[in-house]
């Protein structure tokens, strides 16, 4: 068996394949070779921070497969990583920013939303955007707000809504 490439190298490869999926996820229109590739490299990505990284790189490789399928409209496999996302954040050690914990719940509202479950997405939307507030860099503030209105969703925001999900 062949021996594994070294911890710098798989944190090389971590970050090449994170940032091609990235180029993926923003492309207007994908072929099925370029679907596949993003599946594959957002997993790859995810696999080798999870392996080499810190926990926060872990709970945003999850982050990533969360995206990619919500954006395919798979909801079981978005469900998933966007869960295993924010029980990585919750559970916290290295590498976490502010704006991870927001970032994980507007990972759930594109999973939810990408199951049909608007009402859930809404709900966490809402959270998603009040971590948001709290965000200190004001570039990190907009990425997560930007990522929350591209659901769509009109949020009512209620002591009912907030204490969800």
């Given at each position: ?59 945003r490789g999850e982050w990533q497969c969360a995206r990619v399928y919500a954006t395919l409209g ?92």
């Open positions: 068996m062949a021996e594994a490439p070294g911890k710098d190298v798989r944190r090389a490869l971590a970050a090449e394949f994170f940032n091609r999926t990235w180029q993926l996820l923003e492309l207007p229109e994908r072929t099925p070779e370029q679907v596949d590739e993003m599946i594959h490299s957002a997993h790859a990505s995810c696999a080798y921070w999870l392996q080499v990284g810190a926990p926060a790189n872990g709970a798979r909801a079981e496999p978005a469900l998933w990583h966007a869960r295993r996302c924010l029980e990585l954040t919750e559970a916290g050690g290295d590498g976490f920013e502010d704006w991870d914990l927001p970032g994980a719940q507007q990972a759930m509202a594109h999973a939810h939303l990408a199951a049909g479950a608007v009402e859930e997405a809404r709900s966490w939307a809402v959270l998603g955007r009040a971590g948001a507030a709290r965000i200190e860099d004001a570039e990190d503030r907009e990425i997560i707000e930007s990522q929350i209105a591209e659901l769509g969703l009109t949020e009512r925001v209620t002591r009912t809504s907030l204490d969800r999900p």
